[in-house]
């Protein structure tokens, strides 16, 4: 996945929120078998899924699906049921160890399907958060981690505040966790879904700590999420501008440069170029 910035939850058993993906300006999709899908209507939704995957629609060819939890006794069958479909991707909730997301790993290893199915781990307990290490090293599959903010907050014992103080040093051990093996980060959902400017405060602190993108319960939170994680027209001045100071710079001989006052290195210049990679990619899916 190249683009992360909004990744909308879907009920898998509400078709008309289903149909509705094809019109959305997210990023990705999750496909949810799990906290929206009553226990007796598991059954069905897995259906619906592979119905979905079976579409050929491109959303849906990407899409991510949330699987139930490992202790669920849910997971197996989910697996067993869309793993045929060739997923792109399996969200696993409640991630609490590596040996969590191995035992999915060696239900997908079964699947001839499911070759290239990646997987994405939520991180929603305390004893999650203590196994960050372990649980991000665990599978190649692997492509990104997911915070779980309310759960967590539940487990930790604390209260959410505006600032989300309870929860700051468990999301930059997950950000620590998720660049040293080289995944993705989400932020986790923002409830208050007609709270605009919440939300927009709420990015602008997810982006600031690092975050790649965030995970979204409402299309209304999708056009604000996509602004705050994507660079805006003076950041992408400012990282040209940057670029060329410094190649201008080491045409003259010198290591360093200088942009009003700012000292630039060569990591600020990959930095700046990463952010144009970013650009481009948003304008490429803007084109299409």
Not at 235 to 250: G, S
Request: net charge negative; with cysteine; aromatic share 4%.
């Amino acid at each position: 996945m190249s683009l992360s910035r909004s990744l909308l939850f879907v009920p898998a058993t509400n078709a008309r929120a289903v149909e509705k993906c094809t019109t959305l300006d997210c990023d990705g999709i999750i496909l949810d078998l799990e906290d929206s899908v009553a226990a007796d209507a598991k059954e069905a939704a897995r259906q619906k899924v592979a119905d979905i995957l079976q579409s050929g629609h491109a959303v849906f060819r990407n899409s991510l699906i949330r699987v139930n939890s490992v202790d669920s006794g849910e997971i197996l069958n989910d697996i067993k049921v869309i793993g045929k479909y060739f997923p792109a991707a399996i969200v696993i909730p409640k991630v609490q160890s590596a040996q969590d997301v191995m035992q999915v790993e060696r239900a997908l290893e079964n699947m001839a399907e499911a070759k290239n199915t990646k997987l994405w781990v939520m991180i929603e307990t305390a004893r999650g958060v203590m196994n960050l290490a372990d649980i991000c090293g665990s599978s190649p599959r692997l492509e990104g981690i997911i915070l779980g903010p309310n759960d967590l907050l539940k487990d930790l014992g604390g209260r959410m505040t505006p600032r989300q103080d309870a929860l700051i040093t468990s999301y930059g051990l997950a950000i620590i966790a998720a660049r040293a093996y080289g995944l993705k980060c989400i932020d986790g959902v923002y409830k208050y879904f007609k709270d605009s400017e919440g939300l927009t405060r709420n990015c602008q602190q997810g982006r600031d700590l690092g975050f790649d993108g965030k995970s979204l319960i409402h299309p209304a939170q999708i056009a604000i999420t996509n602004v705050q994680y994507g660079p805006n027209a003076d950041d992408i001045t400012h990282a040209k501008a940057l670029i060329a100071a410094f190649e201008a710079a080491q045409a003259r001989g010198e290591g360093l440069a200088v942009l009003d006052g700012e000292m630039i290195e060569n990591l600020h210049v990959e930095q700046a170029r990463a952010m144009l990679r970013v650009a481009s990619q948003i304008s490429d899916k803007d084109d299409t």
